[in-house]
T-cell receptor, first 114, second 112 residues
Framework: DTAVSQTPKYLVTQMGNDKSIKCEQN?????MYWYKQDSKKFLKIMFS???????INETVPNRFSPKSPDKAHLNLHINSLELGDSAVYFC?????????????FGQGTRLTVV | QQQVKQSPQSLIVQKGGISIINCAYE??????FPWYQQFPGKGPALLIA?????SEKKEGRFTISFNKSAKQFSLHIMDSQPGDSATYFC???????????FGTGTRLKVLA
């Protein structure tokens, strides 16, 4: 019974394609996030949503469009994929703003753009 | 000011030894400092966290030491085990930010 689940786990696609990553959490949390982990393992926030509302868009290109249909889901759609988008994308959730609470991460989606 | 600097980048320790990872920050608004552990192919998982009103927090073999005046904090892993081999991230946040600022990570290898 996975707390934060992302699909797919692996995604290999060609440059210029459009792809989506789905995320669902069953923890009852009100905040969800997308983080990007590059080849050097650096973890960087991309988006934060609280109660389905966008809170943070951390200077991410507008080719990336998150959508939160409800508090339990946060999907990420990427248009016109570029080589530099290759990375591992993590979905996470927490209760509130993450301070004094645990953020739970999914197992990641490894995106490879060829 | 939003950065968290982490060192070393990699660390090799003998089984039973002490692993020490250091982090430093500039933004004095940060008031919650978690450490996350990540195994290959998995997402980060919370290990231990501290607030700046205490100087030390211990959970089992894991201890965070916090120096508010120096704006530094560190993770100590006592009696390090091969199963501790993973990447460790320090992080920082404060109320209302809805994000963690992560350090650059430390790849720990514990030799059997």
């Amino acid at each position: 019974d996975t707390a934060v689940s992302q699909t797919p786990k692996y995604l290999v696609t060609q440059m210029g394609n459009d792809k989506s990553i789905k995320c669902e959490q069953n923890l009852g949390h009100d905040t969800m996030y997308w983080y990007k982990q590059d080849s050097k393992k650096f973890l960087k926030i991309m988006f934060s949503y609280n109660n389905k509302e966008l809170i943070i868009n951390e200077t991410v290109p507008n080719r990336f469009s998150p959508k939160s249909p409800d508090k339990a889901h946060l999907n990420l759609h990427i248009n016109s994929l570029e080589l530099g988008d290759s990375a591992v994308y993590f979905c996470a959730s927490s209760q509130g703003d993450g301070r004094d609470t645990e953020a739970f991460f999914g197992q990641g989606t490894r995106l490879t753009v060829v | 000011q939003q950065q968290v600097k982490q060192s070393p980048q990699s660390l090799i320790v003998q089984k039973g030894g002490i692993s020490i990872i250091n982090c430093a920050y500039e933004n004095t608004a940060f008031d919650y400092f978690p450490w996350y552990q990540q195994f290959p192919g998995k997402g980060p998982a919370l290990l231990i966290a501290i607030r700046p009103d205490v100087s030390e927090k211990k959970e089992g073999r894991f201890t965070i030491s916090f120096n508010k005046s120096a704006k530094q904090f560190s993770l100590h892993i006592m009696d390090s085990q091969p199963g501790d081999s993973a990447t460790y991230f320090c992080a920082a946040t404060y109320s209302g930010t809805y994000k963690y600022i992560f350090g650059t990570g430390t790849r720990l290898k514990v030799l059997a």
